[in-house]
Protein backbone atom coordinates (compact mmCIF):
# COMPACT_ATOMS: atom_id res chain seq x y z
CA UNK A 1 0.00 0.00 0.00
CA UNK A 2 1.61 3.62 -0.98
CA UNK A 3 1.86 6.11 1.92
CA UNK A 4 0.36 9.67 1.52
CA UNK A 5 2.71 12.68 0.99
CA UNK A 6 2.05 15.38 2.30
CA UNK A 7 2.63 18.71 0.55
CA UNK A 8 3.03 22.05 1.64
CA UNK A 9 4.30 24.35 -1.36
CA UNK A 10 3.08 24.68 -4.96
CA UNK A 11 7.33 23.49 -6.00
CA UNK A 12 6.13 20.40 -3.21
CA UNK A 13 3.58 19.70 -5.39
CA UNK A 14 4.67 20.12 -8.86
CA UNK A 15 7.75 18.04 -7.89
CA UNK A 16 5.46 15.39 -7.05
CA UNK A 17 3.66 15.46 -10.39
CA UNK A 18 6.56 15.00 -12.04
CA UNK A 19 8.58 12.86 -10.50
CA UNK A 20 5.24 9.80 -10.61
CA UNK A 21 4.06 8.17 -13.21
CA UNK A 22 0.91 8.00 -11.54
CA UNK A 23 0.52 11.19 -9.14
CA UNK A 24 -2.77 11.36 -7.26
CA UNK A 25 -3.78 14.95 -5.23
CA UNK A 26 -6.16 14.86 -2.27
CA UNK A 27 -6.98 18.63 -1.82
CA UNK A 28 -8.70 19.63 1.23
CA UNK A 29 -9.55 22.11 3.94
CA UNK A 30 -9.01 21.97 7.45
CA UNK A 31 -12.79 22.13 8.36
CA UNK A 32 -14.49 20.30 5.94
CA UNK A 33 -16.66 17.07 6.94
CA UNK A 34 -17.04 16.15 3.56
CA UNK A 35 -13.13 16.46 3.03
CA UNK A 36 -12.57 14.04 5.91
CA UNK A 37 -15.48 11.25 5.45
CA UNK A 38 -14.14 10.95 1.94
CA UNK A 39 -10.63 10.29 2.22
CA UNK A 40 -10.51 7.15 4.01
CA UNK A 41 -13.11 5.51 0.90
CA UNK A 42 -10.68 7.01 -1.65
CA UNK A 43 -8.06 5.86 0.25
CA UNK A 44 -9.53 2.41 0.08
CA UNK A 45 -10.59 2.77 -3.72
CA UNK A 46 -6.47 3.53 -4.36
CA UNK A 47 -5.49 0.60 -1.88
CA UNK A 48 -6.28 -1.49 -5.16
CA UNK A 49 -3.98 0.38 -8.07
CA UNK A 50 -0.99 0.10 -6.09
CA UNK A 51 1.56 2.35 -8.65
CA UNK A 52 -0.61 5.55 -7.89
CA UNK A 53 1.44 7.58 -5.56
CA UNK A 54 -1.20 9.95 -3.05
CA UNK A 55 -0.36 13.37 -2.26
CA UNK A 56 -2.22 15.16 0.10
CA UNK A 57 -3.22 18.97 0.07
CA UNK A 58 -4.50 21.55 2.86
CA UNK A 59 -5.83 24.51 1.00
CA UNK A 60 -5.53 26.08 4.20
CA UNK A 61 -1.49 25.33 4.29
CA UNK A 62 -1.08 26.81 0.89
CA UNK A 63 -3.96 28.83 -0.31
CA UNK A 64 -2.08 29.95 -3.30
CA UNK A 65 -3.00 26.08 -4.44
CA UNK A 66 -6.34 26.98 -5.21
CA UNK A 67 -5.60 29.93 -8.01
CA UNK A 68 -2.76 27.35 -9.36
CA UNK A 69 -4.75 24.26 -9.93
CA UNK A 70 -8.31 25.95 -10.58
CA UNK A 71 -9.86 24.92 -7.41
CA UNK A 72 -13.12 26.31 -6.61
CA UNK A 73 -14.06 23.98 -3.51
CA UNK A 74 -13.08 20.79 -1.19
CA UNK A 75 -12.21 18.28 -1.72
CA UNK A 76 -11.21 18.09 -4.85
CA UNK A 77 -9.19 14.87 -6.68
CA UNK A 78 -7.16 14.69 -9.34
CA UNK A 79 -5.39 11.98 -10.85
CA UNK A 80 -2.08 12.72 -13.22
CA UNK A 81 -0.71 10.28 -15.57
CA UNK A 82 3.23 11.40 -16.72
CA UNK A 83 1.83 15.57 -15.73
CA UNK A 84 -1.11 15.12 -17.08
CA UNK A 85 -4.19 15.76 -15.95
CA UNK A 86 -6.14 12.81 -16.87
CA UNK A 87 -8.83 13.35 -13.88
CA UNK A 88 -10.97 15.52 -12.04
CA UNK A 89 -13.80 15.25 -9.47
CA UNK A 90 -14.70 17.46 -7.08
CA UNK A 91 -17.22 18.28 -3.58
CA UNK A 92 -19.50 15.37 -4.04
CA UNK A 93 -17.94 12.43 -5.17
CA UNK A 94 -19.40 8.78 -5.86
CA UNK A 95 -17.00 6.74 -5.02
CA UNK A 96 -17.75 3.42 -7.02
CA UNK A 97 -18.27 6.06 -10.45
CA UNK A 98 -14.74 7.25 -8.83
CA UNK A 99 -13.18 3.56 -8.43
CA UNK A 100 -14.49 3.03 -12.21
CA UNK A 101 -12.65 6.27 -14.12
CA UNK A 102 -9.42 5.56 -12.14
CA UNK A 103 -9.59 1.45 -13.34
CA UNK A 104 -10.36 2.08 -17.15
CA UNK A 105 -7.61 5.21 -16.56
CA UNK A 106 -4.94 2.81 -14.71
CA UNK A 107 -5.32 -0.26 -17.17
CA UNK A 108 -5.04 2.03 -20.17
CA UNK A 109 -1.88 3.05 -18.92
CA UNK A 110 -0.44 -0.82 -17.76
CA UNK A 111 -1.24 -1.63 -21.40
CA UNK A 112 0.38 1.23 -23.25
Not at 21 to 50: G, Q
Amino acid sequence: MQTNHNLFSIEDVEQFINSHHLAFLYISKTNCSVCHALLPKVEKVLAEFPKIQMGFINVDDIPSIAGHLSIFTAPVLILYVDGKEVLREARFVHVEQFKEKVKKIYFLVEQS
